[in-house]
């Protein structure tokens, strides 16, 4: 048996519904489904069973598991409880790695581009960052995740006994199918689709940095089937253990982005550009890449997804259907 936690949400969704097509139908799901439809990412899924945070302990006493894929964690990037994050994003994964350890359980984790704060330190997943701390994230599902990062380098660093795999997932700006419940955290092309659809005008930031034009704030956006893929790879190869980005390694600007959702409709372009709020141009990240040559260096070979192909395979394939979820 698998377990996936927060496999109701997005990612965690579509990794369940790449181990079902793989013919896995022994996946158990640790999620909190609430009001927001949820279950909706689970409805054409067959699981092995289905248990809220809550019950996860008890669940996991005397089990024996195949590996564990930990996605489950606030992942609002405006979220304010302290304590809250750090109990469901560090202590949380700090039980399930000493389970995973005990147990001799393939861990595979999600960690976040959101560790790398404002980039003036670049986007490079060299484990030395860590162990240099120089990382320093710029909110509080960032800090969550970069800490349990550097917790895990420091038991590599010590040479204590880790799970028999144990990766750690930097993923970036990942779209597609299954993350409509995510509100205002929904990718830009997700929440303007509909915009596009009815022929209203979509806005984007202008920009306020100097060779900078208005839209072309650049992010490493990622298809959420690749992700996928290097997820069922890892599991693949049990062999492999480290901190590796999930990117493309190449950035687009949001403009591109939403170039390509109206070429994929065929719709005339209607985009003006507003300025940005005052309480985030500070704050604000201009250029996100992940370099990707370590999980290339460690044998991943399944390459990327172009932003165009990637953007009329969610449009037609999910958002422009009556049906969305996968």
Not at 96 to 118: E, K, Q, R, V
Not at 271 to 296: A, C, K
Request: charged content about 20%; some cysteine.
């Amino acid at each position: 048996m698998l377990l996936v936690t927060g496999g109701a949400g997005f990612i965690g969704s579509n990794v369940v519904a790449a181990l079902n097509d793989a013919g896995r139908t022994d996946v158990a799901v640790c999620d909190g489904l609430g009001h927001d439809g949820k279950w909706r990412n689970l409805a054409n899924r067959q699981l092995a069973d289905i248990l809220p945070p809550a019950e996860l302990p008890a669940w996991l006493n005397g089990r024996r598991l195949d590996a564990i894929i930990h996605l489950g964690a606030i992942s609002e990037t405006t979220a304010t409880d302290g304590d809250l994050v750090i109990e469901t994003n560090f202590r949380l994964s700090m039980r399930l790695l000493d389970w995973c350890t005990t147990n001799a359980t393939p861990f595979i984790y999600a960690s976040s581009a959101a560790t790398y704060g404002d980039g003036a330190q670049g986007f490079d997943d060299d484990p030395s960052l860590l162990a240099l701390k120089t990382l320093r994230p710029m909110n509080l599902y960032g800090w969550s995740k970069h800490l349990f990062d550097m917790a895990v380098a420091e038991h590599v660093a010590r040479g204590d006994r880790l799970p028999p795999q144990c990766v750690g997932l930097k993923f970036f700006n990942v779209f597609g199918p299954n993350e409509y419940h995510k509100g205002t955290m929904m990718s830009v092309l997700t929440r303007r689709f509909d915009d596009v659809k009815a022929g209203r005008v979509v806005q984007l930031f202008k920009s306020h940095r100097e060779g900078i034009a208005d839209g072309d704030q650049r992010r490493d956006f990622i298809y959420v089937d690749d992700v996928v893929r290097v997820v069922m790879w890892l599991l693949a190869t049990p062999s492999v253990s480290g901190l590796f980005n999930v990117g493309t390694g190449k950035a687009r600007s949001f403009r591109d982005l939403m170039l390509a959702t109206y070429a994929a409709l065929g719709a005339a372009p209607n985009i003006e550009y507003i300025d940005m709020p005052e309480q985030i141009r500070g704050s604000y990240q201009y250029f996100t890449q992940g370099n990707v040559d370590r999980l290339r260096r460690a044998g991943y070979n399944g390459g990327f997804t172009a932003l165009e192909d990637a953007v009329e395979t969610y449009v037609k394939g999910f958002l422009d259907r009556a049906d969305r979820f996968r």
